[in-house]
């Protein structure tokens, strides 16, 4: 199912301010995800004005979970705050950081469902993901999730 309206990721994502990094979800498919992420100055992830490794590794992490998280909500749910999974990060592998951007640069992260195993109350997957200030590449890595479905 596609859905094209720009939805709240933190219905997605138990992380809150500051470890939320992702502003906004712009395109959400079964698929596909892209985010975007504005770095301000008091971010966790800002070291003498440079947004770290770390926090793009994160930012593709939080990006990526958007992809499992949206198959258990309704569209009607997408308003709401239904928390109503966990996941875990059970791999980061083929991390390439190309630039660290800047305090006031907005992050732009694409992640593509490279493959799902589907069971009962969990599903794992891995995904792509590649992040980009402009047309600059900054970060591309494959990560591993777990999702649980939480009862």
Do not use: W
């Amino acid at each position: 199912m596609d859905r094209l309206k720009e939805v709240d990721i933190s219905n997605f994502l138990p992380h809150r301010k500051p470890f939320l990094l992702v502003d906004k979800v712009l395109a959400l498919k079964d698929d596909r995800v892209i985010t975007s992420f504005e770095i301000k100055e008091d971010c966790i992830f800002v070291s003498d004005g440079i947004f770290i490794e770390v926090g793009l590794i994160e930012n593709a992490a939080q990006t990526c979970s958007a992809i499992l998280g949206s198959t258990y909500f309704d569209l009607d749910d997408l308003e709401g705050k239904n928390n109503k999974v966990i996941g875990f990060i059970s791999a980061i592998k083929k991390v390439k950081v190309y630039h660290c951007p800047k305090v006031g640069d907005v992050l732009r992260s694409k992640a593509d469902l490279l493959s799902r195993y589907d069971a009962d109350h969990y599903k794992i997957s891995t995904i792509r993901c590649t992040t980009y200030e402009g047309e600059k590449e900054l970060l591309s890595c494959e990560i591993n999730l777990f999702i649980q479905e939480l009862k």
